[in-house]
Structure formats: C-alpha cells, structure tokens
C-alpha cells in the first residue's frame, strides 16, 4: 500500500504488507523490514534500516545527516538502525552515525514521543521510552528499558543504565545508574531506587533489597572511598545479578561519573 504521492528512490528496500502514506520520502539506502508504516510526510534518508512492524508518525524525520561539525559525506554510510516493533511519533529526529561509530542504533520496541531528538552514533536499548520533547545528544547509550520523561536533556557520552528513570525537565551531564531514579535542574541527581519500575519488570524484593544496598554503600556510607565500599558491599550480594550488574556500572562502564544524591532512602 503505497500512496501515489509518496517518493520512493530507486534501490530502496520495501518489506512485504508495508504501509507508506502521503508525500512520504524514502532515499535510495532505506531498508523498511516486513509492515513497517509509515502515516504521511515522513522523510527517510541515509543508510537507514527499520525493524519488522514499526510506525512511523508524520512529520519524523530519520538518517539525515547530524549536526556534528566534524561530518562528511562519507559520514551518512554508518547510517541509522531501527529496531522491531518501534513507534516514532510526531516531529521525532533521529539522526545518522559519523565514522566514529559504526552508526546509530534504536533498539527493539522503543517508543520515541512527540519532538523528541536522538543525535548521532547513539546506542539506544530495547524497550527504551522517550517522551515528548527529550533531547539527547551525540555518543549517548542508553541501556535497556530506561524512561525518560517529558523535556529531559542528555549531554554528549553519557550512560544511562538499565531500567533508570529520568525526571521531566531534567538536565543530564552524569552517567546515570541502573535501576535508579534521577530527576532535578539544572543537573538530575540520584534519587532513590526505581522501586515502581522494577516491580514492573517482575524484579523481587530480594533484587530490590540488593540494589539498594548497593547505592546505599555508595551514597549513605562515609567509611573509605567509594572503591573501598563497594569492595565490602559486593560481599554482601555477590549472588544477585542486578546488584552485581549496578556495581559493574560504577566500576567499569560509568565514564563521566554517577553525581551526588539528594535521595531520602539511600
């Protein structure tokens, strides 16, 4: 179902049953797997790749090129990957790779809302949602099953961990952690543990406890360095994967720094 309207430039991939509305534009490097839709006015560019049954909202706009200063023609073959089951709404830009990355990449049934922006080589999760008007900018990963809210704003190379959650309006300059939640302006900070969240994805009580015993090392305790706390604490849950898994992210994945907590529980 193709819409006479619609640009289609030849060396195009179009999977079976897809759905391409109204003045949509699709460039001449766009895979869409099997009954992608896309509604209307959605341009397509780059070497840009989407997942078996995604929707496309009109107005997004996906794979051009980015904003970073250092791009080249070259640049637009890292391309932009989509995973399945994605929807993109209204006015979303995801933009292409640069030879920095080997592109930018949406995980499998993300939800991007209204206005949102993913910048170039961003390494998003599955599951991911970003609500309206966040922006995030270039080198960003986030981590499987993150939420952020409305107007949250990412800097470049920040880590966000898995099943995190951010605060509406704010601003991010830190890693975040896995299984927290951050929020505050100018800069988000730690909060407390993403009790609700983790519940949700079926974690247990026991997870939950062995989370917090962590964070509680790293925030609440003031014997020895932070290095000298996980070290104790990581005796206490060496047998639960998540506790194991958030201080792996202190250690070892964290680049730019969890911040500093004005949390009431840690």
Request: proline letters at 2%.
């Amino acid at each position: 179902m193709i819409h006479p309207t619609a640009v289609i430039h030849e060396g195009a991939v179009i999977g079976t049953d897809c759905k391409i509305g109204p003045f949509c534009i699709i460039g001449s490097d766009v895979v869409l797997g099997d009954r992608v839709e896309l509604m209307s006015q959605v341009v397509i560019g780059g070497k840009t790749s989407i997942g078996d049954d995604s929707i496309v909202y009109p107005f997004a706009v996906l794979g051009v090129m980015s904003q970073d200063l250092k791009w080249q023609e070259e640049s637009a073959m890292t391309g932009l990957t989509i995973g399945k089951r994605c929807r993109i709404r209204e006015y979303v830009t995801i933009h292409s790779g640069t030879p920095a990355s080997s592109g930018t990449v949406i995980g499998n049934d993300c939800q991007i809302m209204v206005n949102a922006h993913v910048g170039h080589d961003c390494q998003v999760g599955n599951g991911v949602v970003m609500s309206n008007l966040v922006q995030v900018a270039g080198h960003v990963e986030i981590e499987d099953n993150a939420i952020l809210s409305g107007g949250a704003l990412v800097m470049q190379f920040v880590r966000i961990g898995r099943n995190a959650f951010i605060g509406g309006m704010s601003g991010v300059g830190n890693d975040v952690l896995p299984y927290a939640i951050y929020d505050g302006t100018p800069r988000a900070v730690y909060r407390t543990i993403n009790r609700v969240g983790l519940m949700r994805h079926g974690f247990t009580n026991e997870d939950i406890h062995a989370i917090h015993s962590v964070y509680s090392s790293v925030f609440k305790d003031s014997e020895g360095t932070v290095i000298d706390r996980l070290a104790k604490v990581r005796k206490e849950v060496k047998n639960n994967k998540y506790a194991m898994d958030a201080i792996d992210f202190i250690e070892n994945r964290s680049k730019r720094g969890i911040g500093t907590s004005k949390n009431t529980d840690a």
